[in-house]
């Protein structure tokens, strides 16, 4: 077999991949990407191919492993901008290489007013700040905010306010709460305890991709007085669920565990009566995050911001990169 022949092979089982990935069958979409980094162990692009449909697929851990693995064997893969395409969100693997890509509009070091948060893994971090109010960050399937946390965390110390980080190890948009807090309800009770402990009287919520399910949630009940969501699934409906084949797993996940009641957030957000604000960016071109968002046009006290230009899921890594990140928290936080 050339290597012509085998170039031809190769793209032949990339495309039946991604007509398997189109259909929604991620299980076999990940077997064709197997079967090509068994085919061409030098090429890194299937082992990255590999892990986005992971990360399609809600196989979150799975792979975050695989990724570090891909990285190992390939330490400059997300240097190659063909690569860092396929999952922008999880191309940023350090702190430096984020602030890097920032430039400028990281918030410096001389711009913070508290200690930034330290990331241990754990489902619960809180960075305490001078000022008496708090933003609860809900993370994403990635259990990060496209950023490292610590990186993230400059955004909200240099406003002096507290932060609450959580993750949801039960992979079910923060419906079944945050483990170490219990469940649903529990959470929210738990919150609303650390909230106290820090004196924190007023309550921002954030989320990015999934974790803006929680953050429109729990930002609900905890009467937030503003809810910002990034590229945020937030329609939770089996017919969203058909149109958004993003993440299946997880979509069905949600549909079969969560009351309706619970997970019906448009009624929830048009039956709040405590004022709170409700902030959603996405990209104006991505079809399935235009979708979610534009199922709560009408309802007071939401707000849409559609990113011009943006086609892909990364509305948080582009405000950042803009800048615009420091203003919309700064206008809304403070």
Same mark, same amino acid.
């Given at each position: 077999m050339t290597a012509e022949t085998g170039d031809l092979g190769a793209e032949t089982i990339a495309a039946s991949a991604r007509t398997a990935e189109e259909a929604g069958d991620f299980d076999r979409a990940l077997g064709h990407y197997r079967a090509l980094i068994q085919m061409q162990p030098r090429q890194p692009r299937w082992e990255i191919e590999a892990v986005r449909v992971l990360r399609l697929a809600g196989r979150e851990a799975e792979g975050a492993e695989a990724l570090r693995a891909a990285l190992r064997k390939y330490p400059g893969a997300m240097g190659k901008p063909e690569l860092r395409a396929l999952i922008p969100e999880a191309a940023d693997t350090t702190e430096k290489s984020a602030r890097d890509a920032l430039g400028a509009h990281c918030p410096p070091d001389e711009a913070l007013k508290r200690p930034l948060a330290i990331d241990d893994e754990s489902d619960v971090i809180v960075a305490r700040g001078g000022r008496p109010a708090a933003v609860i960050v809900f993370t994403?399937?990635?259990? $990060?905010?496209?950023?490292?946390?610590?990186?993230?965390?400059?955004?909200? &110390?240099?406003?002096?306010?507290?932060a609450i980080y959580l993750r949801d190890r039960n992979r079910v948009g923060y419906f079944n709460g945050v483990k170490s807090l219990g469940d649903y309800d529990a959470s929210i009770t738990g919150l609303k305890k650390i909230l106290a402990d820090i004196g924190a009287e007023r309550v921002h919520t954030v989320g990015n991709s999934a974790g803006g399910i929680g953050a429109v949630s729990m930002g609900i009940d905890l009467e937030a007085a503003n809810i910002v969501g990034f590229s945020a699934p937030i329609s939770i409906t089996r017919a969203?669920?058909?149109?958004? %084949?993003?993440?299946? @797993?997880? &979509?069905? $996940?949600?549909?079969?565990?969560?009351?309706? &009641?619970?997970?019906?957030? %448009?009624?929830?957000?048009?039956?709040?009566?405590?004022?709170?604000?409700?902030?959603?960016?996405?990209?104006?071109?991505?079809?399935?995050? %235009?979708?979610?968002?534009?199922?709560?046009?009408? @309802?007071?006290g939401v707000t849409l911001y559609p990113l011009p230009g943006l086609a892909g899921h990364g509305a948080l890594f582009r405000l950042a990169q803009s800048g615009d990140l420091r203003r919309i928290f700064g206008n809304r936080f403070v």
């Open positions: 994403g399937l990635a259990d $990060r905010m496209v950023l490292p946390l610590p990186l993230f965390d400059r955004y909200i &110390a240099e406003l002096d306010l507290s969203a669920a058909d149109m958004d %084949r993003r993440t299946q @797993v997880f &979509a069905e $996940r949600l549909l079969g565990n969560t009351p309706a &009641a619970r997970r019906d957030l %448009r009624a929830r957000l048009i039956a709040r009566k405590d004022g709170g604000q409700t902030h959603l960016f996405y990209g104006s071109d991505m079809p399935e995050d %235009r979708m979610h968002a534009q199922t709560l046009i009408g @309802v007071d």
